[in-house]
């Protein structure tokens, strides 16, 4: 029987891990999972851990041609596998996302007038009763989202309005993620595996960014400095 694969976010991308114990063609088992989410993976960054199993070039070359047609982008493979290791380099993909990531906070600069932007929607208008947005990386509302609304993104969720329907950030597992809005009440918020509920509203409203701290949400104030 076919088995989900694990997804975790890293940085801006998203990792799909592959269990020992999954069997069936390495192509149908990324398409179903991709396929499953659609919304949540277009237009994002994605490696696949396949641990020990392996994949031929021509294989490969298939999957990175069928993710391309969904707007998904493949860039890199693990494994330990020799075979599947040699496929990823004939195809260009990278081989160990660890030096990726330490390479990209090395060489970022500190201070650069000309930074590049990070995987994005932009959704300009309030999200109803019904409406849902889904997105591999950042989600940032200009207007509500109302009760009965959802977001969920792969990154962080910005509402420059009043929330108060359901959020979720981080949803690929990123517990850096963080919730910010204009008016920060919503039905449910989630970050990563974390669940919180709104306390009842106290004093003036004021803006305030939802974060994960000690293995719990907690909620302060949002300013530009913060």
Same mark, same amino acid.
Do not use: Y
């Given at each position: 029987?076919?088995?989900? +694969?694990?997804?975790?976010? $890293?940085?801006?991308?998203?990792?799909? @891990?592959?269990?020992? @114990?999954? #069997?069936?063609?390495?192509?149908? +088992?990324?398409?179903?999972?991709?396929?499953?989410?659609?919304?949540?993976?277009?237009?994002?960054?994605?490696? &696949?851990?396949?641990?020990?199993?392996?994949?031929?070039?021509?294989?490969?070359?298939?999957?990175?041609?069928?993710?391309?047609?969904?707007?998904?982008? +493949?860039?890199?493979?693990?494994?330990?596998?020799?075979?599947?290791?040699? !496929?990823?380099?004939?195809?260009?993909?990278?081989?160990?996302?660890?030096?990726? @990531?330490?390479?990209?906070? $090395?060489?970022?600069?500190? &201070?650069?007038?000309?930074?590049?932007?990070?995987?994005?929607?932009?959704?300009?208008?309030?999200?109803?009763?019904?409406?849902?947005?889904?997105?591999?990386?950042?989600?940032?509302?200009?207007?509500?989202?109302?009760?009965?609304?959802?977001?969920?993104?792969?990154?962080? $969720?910005?509402?420059?309005?009043?929330?108060?329907?359901?959020?979720?950030?981080?949803?690929?597992?990123?517990?850096?993620?963080?919730?910010?809005?204009? #008016?920060?009440?919503?039905?449910?918020?989630? &970050?990563?595996? *974390? $669940?919180?509920?709104?306390?009842?509203?106290?004093? @003036?409203? *004021?803006?305030?960014?939802?974060?994960?701290?000690? #293995?719990?949400?907690?909620?302060?104030?949002?300013?530009? !400095?913060?």
């Amino acid at each position: 029987m076919n088995e989900s +694969l694990a997804i975790k976010g $890293v940085r801006d991308s998203l990792v799909l @891990t592959v269990p020992p @114990t999954a #069997d069936g063609p390495l192509l149908e +088992l990324v398409l179903t999972t991709i396929d499953g989410r659609s919304a949540f993976f277009k237009g994002g960054k994605v490696a &696949i851990d396949l641990g020990a199993r392996e994949i031929s070039a021509a294989e490969l070359g298939r999957l990175r041609d069928r993710l391309s047609e969904r707007e998904v982008h +493949l860039f890199a493979v693990l494994s330990t596998a020799e075979a599947s290791q040699a !496929a990823a380099a004939n195809l260009g993909l990278d081989r160990d996302l660890d030096r990726v @990531t330490q390479a990209e906070e $090395v060489t970022a600069p500190a &201070i650069d007038t000309r930074l590049p932007g990070e995987n994005a929607i932009l959704v300009e208008r309030t999200l109803r009763s019904g409406n849902q947005v889904q997105h591999a990386g950042h989600v940032i509302v200009l207007g509500d989202v109302n009760p009965g609304a959802e977001v969920v993104a792969g990154g962080n $969720v910005v509402v420059w309005g009043r929330l108060r329907g359901v959020v979720h950030a981080g949803a690929g597992g990123d517990e850096k993620a963080v919730v910010c809005a204009l #008016d920060l009440a919503p039905t449910q918020l989630r &970050i990563a595996g *974390h $669940v919180a509920l709104s306390p009842e509203r106290e004093g @003036t409203v *004021h803006p305030e960014k939802a974060f994960v701290q000690d #293995d719990q949400i907690v909620a302060e104030a949002w300013s530009a !400095a913060g």
